[in-house]
């Protein structure tokens, strides 16, 4: 077999095809009917103006979130701990959000400044998983792991102590800020934010001009490659590492502003609502490539939403997503396997 | 607290630390011959859920142990072969796992929420049940909780003082020396990676035919777990009798958790929950450290006698890695 990009396409294809026929046994195990469940998925996804409206309100984090680990994979690091930093950044944005929203100052500035204080609390918390990496040797998955569960206890704390609504403070967050505080929403639409939808666009296109335009993006591939041969011929390991932490980090603080500012409009105990972990499949899916992270963020996002009421109209556990989704990167990274190897068979024999 | 009322509790730290064992025993064995685990967390969800549906339908919790034993074999299985066969990430293919497998035994768990099934309960040793404190704190478990005692010392004895022990570690040390030696290195790795996938699963039946009877979906309190497990197994060293010790830890600091609950009544239950993750942090931190290039650096411009206590700190609690953890092993 040669390396073509037909074949390449065929595989493809075939795992997707396997991931279905997996996902058409697990639904028949449940005793439900695929197409069934499939149809609702669909119909949740994209059957009214409302619904497909919430697909891209789920796009924008998950898009977010996956255009940093991007980053973090170009210098070979599994930034598990995204979902700390999409925290820590909702907790940055509420705390200036609570700090201003009384000042009087124009709801614009007051956005601003949130935003960025998101962007600030997602990149600190980064370059903490990244301190433990570099200067501590703590692997940067158990230490990013150690952390998201830091960064949950914070948030609870926060909310059923200091921040609790007046009166009794509940699973349901704080106290929604005013209107006036909410990221400004389309036109015609409930939910809709441009602002955010502008954000998610412009960081995926940065982060693919500079992932394989830049001299910038060169030096992390390199030292994704081989940190080794990297470091002989003086690119500092340890350098672009705390740099595109800090990157991801960025990228999550603004995920977790997105969800306070534009989605929840308050801090919420599961406020970054698993986008860092979905974030990590997504870049898995499309083998790291920036160029196909849009498109594929937006399906899964559909997904998602368009299970959410699986519970209601088949008695169906909305975990179906999540089951979609993983055997669909499963497969995939298999089939790739099973490709490599064919490859390599007909390379041994002349 | 009174005396009778400590050791219940100690009992019962012991009882709690039993599913970690098992998972940390089997993930140690697993990667001594260099196959890294990450579906943990996954996994141990599925096999509570799975071990739990074939105990209630076939009303036998043998069954359902070993459907959870099963369970966590082909789940270890799975990422054996996509790693060592098809020579993919096993980081990559664990997590996808991890995920795939949480969010399948929520999906097929979803019919057996809240059900009643079968559990096991306390079997004492007679006779030595009497003995005071000790009677209560050792001979009056459950049958998982007395095989993690004899797990942890057969663990130990396996690893580091028979033949196929060795063999074992030298399949996830010296991958291309143990070839040479005669040992088929893959085939071994599938092998431990299967049985350490089998005795971590365990932890899940352990879970739900036990200590947390039944099934309760995300409710169940059992995500998280896995990914501890990961943690204390470093911590652990990949030897068995520090890895109980970790083990024990996180069971005592989850239990200290729930007794200061009510003199800490501002803190919400979920924070103290989670009180031993951080500390997990701070272990990793210590156990890693004295590998770190600028503390060897730092260490230098110390005064010897100074560094000498401190390099002796260190080592005692460094923990280094199966040199080919991780590494697909090809022969050529």
Known sequence: ?350 | MNSSALVTSIAGVLAAAAPVLFAVIGETISERAGVLNLSMNGMILLSAMGSFAVALATNSVVLGFLAGAAIGALVSLVVTFASLTLLQSQVAVGFVLAQLCRDLSYFLGNPIMGKVGPRISQVPIPGLERIPVLGTILFRQDVMTYLSFILIVAAWFFIFRTRPGLTLRGVGERPAAAYIRGANVNRLRYLYAAIGGAIAGLAGPIYSLSIKAGWKGTISGLDGIGWIVLSITIFGGWKPFRAAFGAYLFAFLQWLGLVLQPSLPSVPSQVLQVAPFPLMILTLLFVNIGNAEWVDRSLARLPENVRRDIVRVLRAMNATPPAALGVPFEKE
């Open chain 1, 1 to 350: 077999m040669r390396d073509t990009r037909g074949n390449r396409l065929l595989f493809q294809i075939g795992a997707i095809l396997f991931a279905l026929l997996i996902a058409n046994l697990v639904l028949f195990l449940a005793g439900a009917q695929p197409f069934a469940a499939y149809k609702y998925i669909a119909l949740g996804a994209v059957g009214s103006w409302d619904v497909a409206s919430n697909v891209l309100v789920s796009w924008v984090p998950l898009l977010l979130a996956t255009s940093g680990l991007l980053v973090t994979f170009t210098v070979g690091l599994w930034n598990i701990g995204i979902e700390g930093q999409i925290t820590l950044g909702a907790i940055f944005t509420t705390w200036a959000m609570r700090l201003l929203q009384d000042s009087g100052w124009n709801p614009g500035i007051i956005l601003t400044i949130a935003v960025l204080a998101g962007v600030l609390g997602g990149t600190l918390w980064a370059l903490l998983a990244g301190a433990l990496r570099t200067f501590g040797g703590v692997n940067e998955i158990f230490g990013g792991l150690g952390l998201n569960f830091v960064a949950t206890a914070l948030n609870i704390w926060l909310i059923f102590g200091p921040w609790k609504r007046p009166g009794v403070a509940s699973m349901s967050g704080t106290l929604p800020f005013d209107r006036s505080l909410w990221m400004p929403i389309a036109a015609g639409s409930s939910r809709l934010t441009p602002a955010t939808i502008a954000i998610a666009i412009v960081g995926i296109i940065a982060v693919y001009t500079m992932i394989e335009g830049t001299y910038f993006g060169l030096k992390l591939k390199a030292v994704g490659r081989n940190p080794r041969s990297a470091y002989i011929l003086g690119i500092s390991t340890w350098q672009n590492m705390m740099a595109s932490f800090a990157i991801c980090g960025v990228f999550a603080g603004l995920a977790g502003a997105v969800q306070v500012t534009a989605v929840y409009h308050r801090l919420i105990p599961s406020i970054s609502s698993g986008y860092g972990y979905l974030g990590l499949m997504v870049a898995l899916l499309v083998g790291y490539r920036a160029s196909l992270a849009a498109p594929v963020a937006l399906f899964f996002a559909a997904l998602n939403v368009g299970s959410i009421q699986l519970p209601i109209v088949l008695k169906l556990d909305s975990s179906l997503a999540g089951v979609l989704q993983g055997t669909l990167v499963l497969f995939v990274i298999l089939g790739h396997g099973v490709r490599a190897r064919l490859l390599k068979k007909t390379k041994r024999t002349p």
